[in-house]
């Protein structure tokens, strides 16, 4: 199984998992519709499923144009059917999906967002949830919400990739880089991304490890993050609603 990365509109990130040997194709969120089914074309595929992370415009403006030219089953959570395009298959967190995706709960961004993980892959696909570096907004969800949905996917081994569903990598880092996180891990990550942006690649990816010495939200349990946050010896809890807090107004 192979993972292809598509850039959409700003600065999404729509991703196609295909499957040689069963001959299967599923996109994970669709932002518009041209350059998934560009790449569709380009590799020869035929779309089997699209899975639907949540309920925002710019995770699923590009799935009735997609449909039209690609006719695939749609997936997506139960909880948000009701603002979610039309679904063939209405799943809950828990389940496993045709192709091999477990159903995570991940809300916070929004209250029915949920990740999906490949074991088979070690790739978790998180959407607006755990970001390359950062989280999403709480839009809907509390601080104590996201908390959980971290905590569950830093429990996932640690050479899990995690696939966000935006481009936020260098803002991100450039806010974490205030919590006290290891000197050298920060300086080598910031030359590779300004490698990536030199040479046009996709800033998603990293690893579980990888985020948790530099993703500020993976590291919430530290006393130095506490104390940079401003809230030395605080609950793990209130660090990660605080840190968020001044994200928000960064
Ligand atoms: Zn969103």
Redesign the pocket.
């Known amino acids: 199984m192979t993972i292809e990365i598509i850039r959409c509109l700003a600065d999404n990130y729509a991703y196609l998992i295909h499957d040689a040997a069963r001959g299967e194709t599923t996109l994970i969120d669709a932002p518009e519709a041209a350059p998934i089914l560009a790449t569709l074309k380009g590799k020869g595929w035929t779309l089997t499923r699209i899975l639907i992370t ?1 309920h ?1 415009n ?2 699923i403006d590009g799935v009735a144009e997609i449909l039209a030219q690609a006719p695939a089953e749609v997936y997506g959570a139960a909880a948000d059917a009701h603002r979610l395009p039309p679904l063939d298959h209405a799943f809950a967190p828990g389940d496993t999906l045709p192709g091999g995706a477990q159903v995570m709960d991940a809300p916070g ?2 209250v029915g ?1 949920v990740a999906f993980y490949y074991p088979a892959l070690k790739a978790l696909f998180t ?2 949830s755990l970001m390359t570096h950062g989280c ?1 907004r709480l ?1 809907e969800g509390t601080p104590d919400q996201m908390f959980d949905t971290i905590a569950a996917f830093a429990a996932l081994p640690d050479d899990t990739r995690i696939y966000s ?1 935006h481009d936020y990598a260098r803002a991100n880092l450039n806010f974490a880089a205030q919590y006290a996180p290891e000197p050298s891990a920060l300086a080598a990550r910031q030359a590779e991304l300004q490698q990536l942006a030199d040479k046009g690649l996709p800033t998603t990816g990293t690893t579980l490890e990888s985020e948790k010495q530099l993703n500020p939200y993976l590291r919430c349990h530290l006393p130095a993050v506490a104390q940079a946050a401003g809230c030395p010896g605080a609950d793990p809890r209130r660090v990660l609603a605080e840190i968020r807090r001044q994200k928000n107004n960064a």
């Open positions: 949540h925002h710019d995770h961004h929004t967002h959407a607006d999403g839009f569903g």
